[in-house]
């Protein structure tokens, strides 16, 4: 891909990645339907069977979940470039929205009309958490394995004060030792 060519779609990604940042509230789960919808729906930029697995790695490494999501995307796109601009997309919104609440937020806190608005949009919020759990649940494999790793994961991030980014290498470490099982008897569980 030429120079040119990834300068075109990164200044897309800026572009896709900024309404995704401007018009999403709740944070990076979620944004997942939307870039979803965008990226592999709409725009073809990646697969929509690929999003999980972008979402997982994403969630894996340090850093907020749609930033990560964002920065691979947009390097799977137009690389170095394509990141950059998806990042900054997706981080501008926030941060200038920021800037204005802060200023703003403790002179009108106490106004009922903008603690029914934050009502409303936290409902909104988790809809939209809720559609990206449904979402993966459908492409998710159904089994044995798999049931048994989501339900102790469960358990251990809801009831503990144990380390989440112990919780998820363990759960990579489950999954890999899971597949050399597999492989070395010729069967899945």
Not at 27 to 42: D, F, K, N, S, V
Not at 74 to 102: D, E, Q
Not at 147 to 155: D, E, N, Q
Not at 162 to 171: G, N, R, T
């Given at each position: ?5 990834r ?16 018009f ?19 725009r073809h ?11 997982a790695?994403?969630?894996s ?7 990560n999501?964002?920065?691979f ?12 601009a ?29 603690q ?13 958490i ?10 998710a494999?159904h ?33 890999f ?13």
């Amino acid at each position: 891909m030429s120079l040119r060519e990834r300068l075109r779609k990164a200044w897309q990604l800026f572009l896709i990645f900024l309404k995704i940042g401007g018009f999403t509230f709740g944070g990076g789960y979620a944004m997942i339907p939307l870039i979803e919808y965008e990226t592999a729906e709409r725009r073809h930029l990646v697969e929509k069977e690929e999003i999980s697995d972008i979402v997982a790695i994403a969630e894996s490494t340090p850093g907020p979940i749609a930033i990560n999501s964002a920065t691979f995307i947009g390097y799977r796109t137009a690389g170095v470039p394509g990141a950059v601009a998806a990042t900054l997309g997706v981080v501008l919104p926030s941060f200038c929205i920021i800037l204005v609440i802060a200023y703003f937020l403790r002179r009108i806190m106490d106004y009922p009309v903008v603690q029914y608005a934050f009502f409303g949009i936290r409902a909104g919020v988790l809809a939209l958490i809720v559609k990206a759990v449904i979402s993966f649940w459908k492409r998710a494999d159904h089994h044995v394995f798999g049931w048994c790793v989501m339900v102790l994961s469960f358990l251990w991030a809801a009831f503990t004060d144990w380390s989440v980014i112990l919780l998820i290498a363990l759960c990579g470490l489950a999954g890999f030792v899971y597949c050399l099982v597999c492989e070395k008897g010729g069967k899945r569980l």
